[in-house]
């Protein structure tokens, strides 16, 4: 029997994945009234009451505040048992971490000292719209339009379930895109997909 062992390509999105800053961009902007569960739409069409500038300048802010002291947890992981599960995973998976952040350095160094371990080529920073030309074949992520782009080149696009890809997710028909409640959830379908890959096969009689 031939079992097939090469790994298949995983690329996991940071913001909305593995962080959430939005919770605290929304304490930062009290006056706005905005609560993360109000952007129901990726792009803050649904909350005009918190631009798109106060949005960026907040997300700036919390990261500054991190920079000026590494010894402080100010972000946090979704999940603590994030480090966990991606270790458990790169037995099956060649795993990146795919970021459109505006601040890559700090992102990585805060993966590393959250014991997300990975090597500096495996961190890849780019536009969100240029993560499909990278052509992973699953990809992890929260933003809608990435889940279509994946699925239209029939890779496999796990959505992690926010607010902002609710409505996107409850429509959605395609086979290729599978939504995740958690990180639990998302190691589940990786794992499953793992399986399929490793089913021993008969070589063919020569």
């Known amino acids: 029997m031939h079992i097939k062992k090469l790994k298949k390509s995983l690329a996991l999105d940071v913001d909305g994945v593995i962080i959430d800053l939005v919770p605290k961009i929304c304490e930062l902007n009290p006056k706005s009234g905005v609560c993360k569960e109000d952007i129901t739409e990726y792009g803050l069409s649904t909350v005009p009451q918190l631009g798109i500038d106060a949005f960026m300048k907040s997300y700036k802010d919390i990261w500054n505040m991190q920079k000026s002291n590494w010894n402080r947890n100010i972000i ?30 700090s992102v990585y160094k805060w993966l590393i000292k959250n014991n997300i371990i990975l090597s500096r080529d495996h961190f890849i920073s780019c536009k969100a719209e240029e993560k499909v030309n990278y052509n992973f074949d699953i990809y992890v992520d929260d933003y809608p339009e990435i889940a279509k782009k994946v699925a239209e080149t029939n890779k496999i696009a796990i959505v992690y379930k926010q607010p902002w890809n609710a409505n996107f997710l409850r429509c959605n028909r395609d086979k290729n895109i599978i939504p995740a409640n958690d990180w639990h959830e998302i190691n589940r379908i990786l794992e499953r997909i793992a399986q399929k890959q490793t089913i021993p096969k008969l070589r063919n009689k020569e």
């Open 76 to 105: 946090t992981p979704i999940d603590p048992n994030i480090p966990a599960v991606i270790y458990s995973l790169s037995t099956s998976y060649e795993i990146y971490v795919v970021t459109a952040s505006i601040d890559p350095n």
